[in-house]
T-cell receptor, first 115, second 108 residues
Framework: KNQVEQSPQSLIILEGKNCTLQ??????????LRWYKQDTGRGPVSLTI?????NTKSNGRYTATLDADTKQSSLHITASQLSDSASYICVVSLSPQNAGNMLTFGGGTRLMVKP | NAGVTQTPKFQVLKTGQSMTLQCAQD?????MYWYRQDPGMGLRLIYY???????DKGEVPNGYNVSRLNKREFSLRLESAAPSQTSVYFC???????FGSGTRLTVV
């Protein structure tokens, strides 16, 4: 069964600190891996998208890494800000050749940044 | 503003009532999706439409129906609401790259 597991489930850090969120997946075949940010009461917003051939992708203070061999990804947030408080969701996309359920979503990591 | 628009934002239903959740996108995307999000779980696909005129079941379609009215609009209907359908519903377009802001549904 295709699964995406994220850790930790929740995290509290102080403003200005760095943090790293983890994502392990068993999805196969693999097309791409995405990280989304979801603010409370809002829909998910895409942060980064990586194909299996990409090892890292940055979006401002957000840097995602991917190890397709071990099926692990991480999202590193640098110099956290209060506005980074949100849920971060790891999503793995099946190969484009598979129709139907294209995306497998992780349960998310809830990040709280405190002043 | 361009994007995915969902209505209503909040709804409370009694068990057995019916309702339709509306979704519209103005980005000319072919594919549209309906997901539900429950606490502690990843988003799960209910139904999707790869193009105008086609719809297919996702992971959790029971209790729901959909209509792809035209390229812009994709509606989700609950014919007889049940408490197990209490959830937050998200519409998305273009293979999940763009999401609406969600409909929080409570069935009592």
């Amino acid at each position: 069964k295709n699964q995406v597991e994220q850790s930790p489930q929740s995290l509290i850090i102080l403003e200005g600190k760095n943090c790293t969120l983890q994502c392990n997946y068993t999805v196969s075949p693999f097309s791409n891996l995405r990280w989304y940010k979801q603010d409370t009461g809002r829909g998910p917003v895409s942060l980064t998208i990586m194909t299996f051939s990409e090892n890292t992708k940055s979006n401002g203070r957000y840097t995602a890494t991917l190890d397709a061999d071990t099926k692990q990804s991480s999202l590193h947030i640098t110099a956290s800000q209060l506005s980074d408080s949100a849920s971060y969701i790891c999503v793995v996309s099946l190969s484009p050749q598979n129709a139907g359920n294209m995306l497998t979503f992780g349960g998310g990591t809830r990040l709280m940044v405190k002043p | 503003n361009a994007g995915v628009t969902q209505t209503p934002k909040f709804q409370v239903l009694k068990t057995g009532q019916s309702m339709t959740l509306q979704c519209a996108q103005d980005m000319n995307h072919n594919s549209m999706y309906w997901y539900r999000q429950d606490p502690g779980m990843g988003l799960r696909l209910i139904y999707y439409s790869a193009s105008e005129g086609t719809t297919d079941k996702g992971e959790v379609p029971n209790g729901y129906n959909v209509s792809r009215l035209n390229k812009r609009e994709f509606s989700l209907r609950l014919e007889s609401a049940a408490p197990s359908q209490t959830s937050v519903y998200f519409c998305a377009s273009s293979e999940g790259y763009t999401f609406g802001s969600g409909t929080r549904l409570t069935v009592v």
